[in-house]
T-cell receptor, first 113, second 114 residues
Framework: GAVVSQHPSWVICKSGTSVKIECRSL??????MFWYRQFPKQSLMLMAT?????????EQGVEKDKFLINHASLTLSTLTVTSAHPEDSSFYIC?????????FGQGTRLTVV | SQQGEEDPQALSIQEGENATMNCSYK?????LQWYRQNSGRGLVHLIL?????REKHSGRLRVTLDTSKKSSSLLITASRAADTASYFC??????????????FGSGTQLTVLP
């Protein structure tokens, strides 16, 4: 099956700094990728849709200036959490779908201290 | 917003027993999918059932779908300790069925005790 690689798996950063998370589709081209956020013991909440070569589409309530998304190539999307604060601590997961279901990255555990 | 509600939220069983998880949804769907998530990891697609199907099998997995009740169940037979994970249902909307519009349920945490 298709493989989606997400990096890093975990990151600890100081409050006020920015963190970049990468999502790569390793064996197929993904014109669209999705970024989700997951709080402990909860489901996935779609944050934004990353579109190759164009602007990302953000879900209601998600700050686009806070969560910068870049999809510069057909195999790479990045999510940058800018000026991170402790409340941004969460598990972030990317997905690159085929036409029917999603292939997910391993997730990134972000802890802001 | 979450379309799917799953129950139970948590389920603990002995190895060898069967585990049943349920998912309810609200809107019309093209298909319903089940995913598994090991702790601190991404999701893995398990099985997909289309709206015109009532039951589907894959190995030890059995999925049913009742569109009149807007509900689905996932049965794992002869469970193993390695089945311990969170299980999520996800619905793809009607008519597109696009994975780009998957909506996830709240998940069931399954613990299989050795």
């Amino acid at each position: 099956g298709a493989v989606v690689s997400q990096h890093p798996s975990w990151v600890i950063c100081k409050s006020g700094t920015s963190v970049k998370i990468e999502c790569r589709s390793l064996d197929f081209q993904a014109t669209t990728m999705f970024w989700y956020r997951q709080f402990p013991k909860q489901s996935l909440m779609l944050m934004a849709t990353s579109n190759e070569g164009s602007k990302a589409t953000y879900e209601q309530g998600v700050e686009k200036d806070k969560f910068l998304i870049n999809h510069a190539s057909l195999t790479l999307s990045t999510l940058t959490v800018t000026s991170a604060h402790p409340e941004d601590s969460s598990f972030y997961i990317c997905s690159a779908p085929n036409s029917v279901f999603g292939f997910f990255g391993q997730g990134t555990r972000l802890t802001v201290v | 917003s979450q379309q799917g509600e799953e129950d139970p939220q948590a389920l603990s069983i002995q190895e060898g027993e069967n585990a049943t998880m349920n998912c309810s949804y609200k809107t019309s769907i093209n298909n319903l999918q089940w995913y598994r998530q090991n702790s601190g990891r991404g999701l893995v697609h398990l099985i997909l059932i289309r709206s015109n199907e009532r039951e589907k099998h894959s190995g030890r997995l059995r999925v049913t779908l009742d569109t009149s009740k807007k509900s689905s169940s996932l049965l794992i037979t002869a469970s193993r300790a390695a089945d311990t994970a969170s299980y999520f249902c996800a619905t793809a909307p009607y008519p597109s069925g696009s994975a780009r519009q998957l909506t996830f349920g709240s998940g069931t945490q399954l613990t299989v005790l050795p």
